[in-house]
Nanobody, 116 residues
Framework: QVQLVESGGGLVQPGGSLSLSCEVF????????MGWYRQAPGKQREWVAT???????IYADSVKGRFTISRDNAKNTLYLQMNSLKLEDTAIYYC??????????WGQGTQVTVSS
């Protein structure tokens, strides 16, 4: 049974930085493209960034140039470095395969709140 555990969220002022982690249990991430997703209050979950098995990265326009996705297959962990955070980045952040679905569940996510 696959379990995804996101961590690293918190409260940060606009312009600040946070580093998120997602450790995956029960499967080997090295064979999957992986992604970060987020869900803001009252909105649907949206895609944020993807990293392929060969570490090619793609970003949503809203985070391009500010966020960096990376992976450590040896640690079975996905990362998201978030810089220059904006109020509109406030959301619960999740990781999953890209595209999501299949047999992997969603984790509990990690809350990111950007507020002055």
């Amino acid at each position: 049974q696959v379990q995804l555990v996101e961590s690293g969220g918190g409260l940060v002022q606009p312009g600040g930085s946070l580093s998120l982690s997602c450790e995956v249990f029960g499967s080997m991430i090295r064979i999957y493209s992986m992604g970060w997703y987020r869900q803001a209050p009252g909105k649907q979950r949206e895609w944020v960034a993807t990293i392929s098995t060969s570490s090619i990265t793609i970003y949503a326009d809203s985070v391009k140039g500010r966020f960096t996705i990376s992976r450590d297959n040896a640690k079975n962990t996905l990362y998201l470095q978030m810089n220059s955070l904006k109020l509109e980045d406030t959301a619960i952040y999740y990781c999953n395969q890209f595209p999501p679905g299949g047999t992997w569940p969603w984790g509990q996510g990690t809350q990111v709140t950007v507020s002055s």
